[in-house]
Every structure is written in C-alpha cells, then in structure tokens.
C-alpha cells in the first residue's frame, strides 16, 4: 500500500470519527429529559404503547406554551376526543378529576368555547359498574363555595399540545362528563383537577411524570405549568417546604404555617388554635384569595392596622376584609408567610393587597370560605403569583422560587432546528473531507 493511500485512508477515517463526534453531540445536545411545559389562561372574576412513544418523543424535545391572563382563575388548555376538541378547565390543585361540561347538557352554565359533544368522538366510552355502590358510574362534587358538578364518568382520550408542536397523548383517561353544573362563576369548560385523587390529571399520567409538577402564575401576561422532569424547582432563593395529607380530605395539599409577620411584627401561631404540625393550610389553585380561621387572622388583621393609620377604613357588603380609602400601596407592609422548613415567603404587596377602584383591600379573609369548610384555610393563587410552585409527589415538597412569571423563557431547541443544526454539522465535516482529498 503506498504512503498516498494510507494517507488517503487514514484522513476518512479521522473525518468518519469527526461525523460520529459531530452527530453524538448533536443528538445529545437536542434530547432533554422527559417532561413539558402547557397552556394556562388566567380569567379575571394508564401505560400503553402510545404512551410510551409519547415519552420517547418528549425525551428528543422539550415543549413549552403560555398561560393566558384574564380574571381570578386560572385555566389550562387541553384537547379531549378523536378528533381532539380543545377546552379551557380551571386549574385546580384540590380538584378530583378532570371534567368538562359535555352534550346534551341539562343544566349547564354559559361557557367561552363550544360545549364538548361526546357522541362526535371515536374514543368516547362511558364507564360501566364502577362498583357495587355506584354501578352506573354517576359522579357529582360539590364544591366548598356550593357549585357543583353532576354526570358520568367516562374514558376518552386527553392530548396536551405544547408550545414545541410535540403532543403528550393520554388513551383511555378517566374524565367526568358533566351534564349538570350550575354555581360557577366562570367561562371555562370545567376543571382540571391536579390533586393527589386517583383519577387527577397527574395521578393518571402515571410514572412517566413522576408525580412532579410546577406551575408559575402570572398576574398579567403570560404563565405556564410544567410535568414531570421539566418542573423541578431549584436555584437561587428557591425554598422548600414538606406538604401532608389528611384523612378527613386525602386529596389536598397540606403546608404547615408556623407565622406571618407583617411589617416587622411576627404573629405565631404557636399558643393558638391554628397551630399544627401535621399541616394546617391548603395550598390551592383554584381558589383565589388567603383565608385563615378567624380567631388568627385577627391577629395578622390587628397588626395591619398598627401600621395603616393614614388612611380611612372602609367596608364593602361583599367582601369581609380590611380596606382602606387610598390610591398607593406605600402604605401597606410587607407580608411574610413562614412555613416549616424555613421557607419564608416574602410576599409582594401586590400579592397581598388589591386595588377595587375605591379602595385597596387586604386579600386575607378571616373566616371560612363557605360555611360548610369552618375548619379549612387556604393559600390561594393570588398570594401565590410570580412564584415558580412546584410540587412533588416523591419528596413530599413543595418549593417556591421568586420568579417574574410574566417574562417568556427562551424555548427550548425543538426537533427543527435541531435537524437543522445536524444538516449544518454534516455540511461542515463533509467540506473537511473533501479539503482533505484535494490535499492528498
């Protein structure tokens, strides 16, 4: 063999390593781990096969897609059927399953999209004897504010759309078929329930999303909700927290509030009825304001007042909270939630205050939500904006990072541009080996 020839070989040989080099990177480079990021709008007032290709496709892309403002609630879009129909569910961390109002429907509220209509749909089945006290598979919940929801419980096929073009499909989901809902003060189709029920969109989504999910609520602009590798919550000023379950209400996410400290004052709860170590409050999506059991709040309500003293209190017949005649916030303090573990959250005053147009008002509500829930309080989603919240079902945690939750994040690479950066890749080692040839 002459020197020219082993030269010839030994340069292809280094480009063929080159292209190998080149493509490892770049296939690892564009395969994130599973998870993905979908819809939210926020209004103002089991494992087959298919499932398993869905986590091979999430594992090559990472998708991404915003969340909607408009009023007290937040919704998430997703598709149900074959052919998919898009709806718009509240988001609801306390909420059972997924329902939606569907066709024919004999007492339904007015919603903003067209009404599902399951006999239009190849996968819709009704569920049969679920059991022995409920054979025909009828559901009803009833909410703490009395709305509630009445149908059948059905499997159909749920698709969550991402950002990214890449969709997370879900055969045979249990959902509820609402045929009867009155009570509800929304445009939305009905609710996505993320609590830890068996038949909540996360419990169904199986091992694939580990039981993780995060989502940031904007209070204008754009907000997101992320599953399972994609909403871990970590980095700078992130603070974590244990959550419980309870028996009385096994669905809920329980935090434990130690304190509030309003201005500089630190109202305990130690030495009061509130005071727990099991879980004493309800971290909830669904629910717009913070309500604490009154004896408590009085005293976080007392310790406003200590520092608002330039302003004329005003009341409202609609709302049992502390308000004041005024334009600036300037004069309100700084709220901070303590819970266990050490996570402090300091609250923006936007969080904890809110401008009606005649007054700003204190958005802690002493006193039950309704009077069928005395003994529950609730973190609701007001508080909560511009926090990255994630939760997982594996730790038992739940962490909060401050974050601006109205600012979109650079999406990640998708399988097009990254085919594209492989076509570019290739393009370049191949002009080395042809230089190399023309060398030889």
């Not at 996505?192 to 940031?216: E, N, P, R, T």
Request: hydrophobic share 35%; charged share 15%; proline share 5%.
């Amino acid at each position: 063999m002459s020197f020219a020839t082993r030269m010839m070989m030994m340069s292809i040989t280094l480009s063929l390593q080159i292209i190998t080099a080149f493509l490892f990177i770049t296939a690892t480079a564009s395969s994130p781990p599973s998870g993905f990021t979908m819809d939210l709008i926020h209004l103002r007032t089991s494992a087959s096969s298919s499932r398993r290709s869905n986590t091979d496709d999430l594992r090559r892309s990472t998708p991404y897609a915003d969340i909607f403002f408009e009023t007290s609630e937040y919704l998430m879009k997703l598709k149900i059927g074959t052919p998919p129909v898009e709806i718009e569910a509240v988001l609801d961390t306390g909420g059972e399953i997924i329902w939606t109002q569907c066709l024919p429907c004999l007492n339904c509220y007015k919603q903003r999209n067209p009404i599902f209509d399951p006999s239009k749909s190849s996968t819709y089945k009704e569920k049969l004897n679920c059991n022995t006290s409920n054979p025909s598979c009828e559901y009803t919940l009833t909410y703490v504010d009395q709305s509630y929801s009445k149908g059948r419980l059905a499997t159909e096929t749920v698709t969550i759309q991402s950002t990214s073009g890449h969709s997370y499909v879900m055969p045979e989901t249990v959902i509820g078929c609402s045929h009867n809902s009155s009570g509800f003060r929304t445009t939305s189709s009905g609710t996505v329930g993320l609590s830890w029920a068996s038949l909540s969109l996360i419990s169904q989504m199986g091992k694939d999303m580990h039981g993780a999910f995060s989502y940031c609520l904007s209070p204008e602009g754009n907000s997101k909700i992320s599953f399972g590798s994609n909403a871990i919550v970590s980095g700078d000023g992130t603070v974590t927290t244990p959550m419980f379950t309870k028996k009385e209400k096994p669905g809920y996410y329980y935090l434990n509030l130690d304190a509030v400290t309003v201005g500089g004052a630190r109202v305990e709860t130690l030495g009061t009825p509130f005071h727990a170590s099991d879980g004493n409050i309800v971290i909830d999506s669904g629910t717009t304001l913070t309500y604490l059991p009154a004896s408590y709040c009085s005293l976080v309500r007392e310790s406003v007042e200590k520092v608002v003293t330039s302003a004329e209190q005003v009341t409202f017949p609609d709302i049992d909270t502390l308000c004041y005649k005024t334009n600036t916030m300037d004069i309100f303090p700084v709220i901070t939630m303590h819970f266990s573990g050490g996570a402090d959250l300091v609250l923006d005053k936007n969080n904890t205050y809110m401008d009606n147009g005649e007054a700003i008002c204190l958005m802690i509500v002493c006193g039950p939500v309704s009077p069928i829930a005395e003994t529950l309080a609730l973190f609701g989603n007001r508080a909560q904006n511009n926090f990255l919240v994630g939760y997982d079902h594996s730790s038992l945690k739940v962490s909060f990072k401050p974050t601006d939750c109205g600012v979109t994040e650079n999406k990640p690479r998708d399988s097009t541009s990254a085919a594209s950066l492989l076509q570019l890749n290739i393009k370049f080692v191949l002009f080395i080996v042809v230089l190399s040839l023309i060398r030889l």
